[in-house]
């Protein structure tokens, strides 16, 4: 009730009228933005750590596959920072509003709408961590933007929030033009938090350019959400859509550089004559997405088509219906930047994990580390010189071939002499989850690898690169 008592006071100090907002214009110009690894969350033990790292995919994880529902001709690339935190994140900084507030959004592949704290009344509950600085994120304030307007309920992008074509306005006479009424607000669910608000239209201040009556969300409560989200997924409000964006792409930094000034570019790419390949770059075509009532999520996600998975090149035997995305939903494999180690429903986990443990011999599975950190299979790997484990390859529709680099996707457990696949199912530590993606696709895998996301051609692109 006080929520919605206070979307009336806000409505009432808008600074602007409500419209209805036209499409951006094509951009013009070249920008970049750094990425980076999100906020800190400090652990008094690796078991901790880790728990927490193993147990974030997983939830997450229940979040994509049940997704809840609630009631210019010039080439131009834009490029952002890109930042790592031990949170398991990446994330971009962004300025909205005239003059531009910046803030600090976690960069999401796996949904498609642009949201921050907003207003001095932002509450978050469970979003304070230890060594946070509680100034870290700043809230929007919409009176201190001149570009401002609060999304009104006969504009059509209010559908775009709310994933529908339907009009909004509830207790305004059918095809009223007049309705003065703004866009309901929203809830959205994430695998471990949610956050609620209303639309506003601003201008979206990129380094290059400027962006006006860009949609985004003005979130005044959130739970485990401390940091707005800047949905890249294929949706009509994510950032992609709406900025027109023909590719884009990203180089992760590795998790050694958590918690550090580090960054790497967020490149954005409008360019009509941006289709061409890439230098070294291997391409597979992304997959049509699953059209399923109630599961307007999965139209939403990056699909691409997993062949199979070798360990030392072995041929993992994988169920065709666990690598084929069905007309269901189920099955199938996404691309995920919000997700931090790659998640493998149980009947494609079990066969991977039985072909590691029958090929690593020189090594004791450290059972008392896996029950610790919810991660398996874990190996004692204390007092060699040298750490050899089989390689683990990922093969893509097209011939196209992803060999990870071991720090990729085993991780070492503080000093506990530990090593620990970066890799995680049901079960252990959640309850099974069943139907949607069978495989999502986690930025741990992604360290230093080129990513791009060529929506003009519709392929996901790669290379082994150092990032930093």
């Known amino acids: 009730m006080a929520v919605l008592s206070f979307f009336c006071f806000l409505f009432l100090i808008s600074l602007s009228s409500l419209s209805t907002s ?266 049509k997405n699953p059209t399923v009532p109630g599961k307007e999520a999965f139209s939403v996600y990056y699909y691409v088509n997993l062949r199979k998975i070798t360990v030392d090149g072995k041929n993992v035997r994988i169920p065709y219906e666990y690598l084929s995305a069905g007309h269901d939903g189920n099955g199938g494999t996404i691309v995920d930047s919000g997700t931090t180690f790659t998640y493998m429903s149980n009947a494609v986990f079990e066969p991977v994990l039985t072909q590691l443990v029958t090929q690593v011999k020189n090594y004791r599975r450290a059972s008392e580390v896996e029950l610790g950190t919810g991660l398996r299979p874990c190996f004692n790997v204390s007092g060699a010189d040298t750490v050899v484990l089989p390689e683990l390859k990922l093969h893509f529709k097209g011939g196209t071939e992803m060999p990870l680099p071991l720090e990729n996707y085993f991780v070492v457990v503080g000093k506990t002499g530990a090593v620990c696949l970066a890799m995680v199912t049901d079960g252990v530590s959640s309850p099974a989850s069943s139907g949607g993606p069978a495989i999502i696709l986690g930025n741990f895998q992604m360290q230093n690898i080129y990513v791009e996301y060529d929506l003009r051609n519709e392929r996901l692109g790669f290379r082994q690169q150092l990032c930093k």
């Open 22 to 287: 036209s499409p951006p214009p094509p951009p013009t110009t070249t920008t970049t933005i750094p990425l980076s690894h999100f906020h800190p969350i400090k652990f008094p033990d690796p078991f901790q750590k880790f728990a927490h790292l193993a147990t974030q995919p997983i939830t997450r994880a229940h979040h994509l596959k049940n997704p809840q529902t609630t009631p210019s001709a010039t080439t131009t690339t834009t490029a952002t920072p890109l930042s790592s935190h031990s949170y398991g994140a990446y994330s971009i900084p962004l300025r909205f509003g005239t003059p531009p507030q910046t803030l600090q959004f976690i960069m999401d592949t796996g949904s498609d709408i642009v949201w921050f704290p907003c207003t001095h009344r932002y509450q978050c509950k469970n979003c304070s961590f230890t060594g946070q600085n509680p100034t870290q994120f700043p809230p929007f304030v919409p009176k201190s933007s001149l570009s401002v307007k609060i999304l009104g309920c006969l504009n059509p992008k209010c559908g775009w929030i709310h994933h529908t074509n339907l009009t909004r306005c509830a207790n305004c006479e059918p095809r009223s033009r007049n309705c003065s009424q703004i866009c309901p607000p929203y809830l959205i669910l994430y695998g471990s938090g949610a956050t609620g608000g209303f639309g506003l239209v601003d201008t979206l201040d990129l380094p290059e350019k400027k962006v006006p009556n860009f949609v985004v969300g003005c979130s005044v409560f959130s739970s485990n959400q401390p940091a707005g989200i800047a949905g890249f997924g294929r949706g009509r409000p994510s950032l992609p859509t709406q900025l027109g964006l023909k590719k884009f792409s990203y180089c992760l930094l590795s998790r050694k550089f958590d918690e550090t000034d580090e960054t790497t570019a967020l490149v954005l790419d409008t360019g009509f004559n941006s289709g061409h390949k890439t230098d070294g770059v291997s391409y597979t075509p992304f997959v």
